[in-house]
Structure formats: structure tokens, C-alpha cells
């Protein structure tokens, strides 16, 4: 079974790069499904979930800010990833690739808060 995913993609949010997984397999007819990961994973997680998903609709997995292949904000202090700046990152994430398109979520752990 092919998951149609590539290598991870990249686009600028709010000054930094987070790092995405989409598929180019599946129906184009079908809705756009984001995976959103817990706390600290990434979007690996879905690895084995994607391929049986994506024949429904475009897959994406972002990996949130400070996660995975994302870029780590400055500083040490661990409130640095509070709930307020995971949802302005993930918000400009969805705004940056996929505009105003509606979507399904599917959310594990700390990503359901966000999601």
C-alpha cells in the first residue's frame, strides 16, 4: 500500500519553518484530513494511520512548532510552548496551506486541545 506521502515540506509561519507531511495520492474529490500529533511527538505518529486514510482525501501532518522537523523557538524556557502559542502557529500553519478550505480533523493528546 503506497501512502502517497513525500518528503516533508516546509513554509514560513509567523518568522519560523514548520515542517508538514501531505499526500499526493487518494481522490482529489475527497475533503483535506490534518493529523495533529500529542505533546512531544510529531508527525510521525501517523505514519501507519496515513497510508489507510489517504484514498479518502489529501492527507497532511504538520509537526507542530518546537516539534519534529519544525523549528524550535528561542530561548529555554519550557512555557515558551504554551497552549496560546501552539494555536497561533498552528492556526498560521492552516492559513499558510490551506486558506479557508474546510477540513476533518483527526487529533491525538495535546493536538485535540488544539484542534
Known amino acids: 500500500m503506497s501512502s502517497g506521502i513525500q518528503a516533508k515540506r516546509f513554509v514560513d509561519v509567523l518568522d519560523r519553518r514548520m515542517a508538514y507531511v501531505d499526500t499526493t495520492g487518494g481522490t482529489t474529490d475527497g475533503p483535506s484530513i490534518v493529523f495533529l ?29 518546537g516539534m519534529g522537523d519544525s523549528e524550535k523557538l528561542d530561548g529555554d524556557d519550557a512555557d515558551r510552548y504554551d497552549y496560546e502559542t501552539h494555536r497561533r502557529f498552528l492556526d498560521g500553519w492552516m492559513d499558510a496551506v490551506l486558506g479557508d478550505e474546510r477540513v476533518v480533523l483527526v487529533v491525538h493528546d495535546w493536538g485535540s486541545a488544539l484542534g
Open 37 to 65: 500529533h500529542g505533546n512531544p511527538t510529531s508527525s510521525y505518529l501517523w505514519r501507519n494511520v496515513i497510508p489507510h486514510v489517504a484514498p479518502i482525501g489529501r492527507c497532511l501532518a504538520p509537526d507542530l512548532i
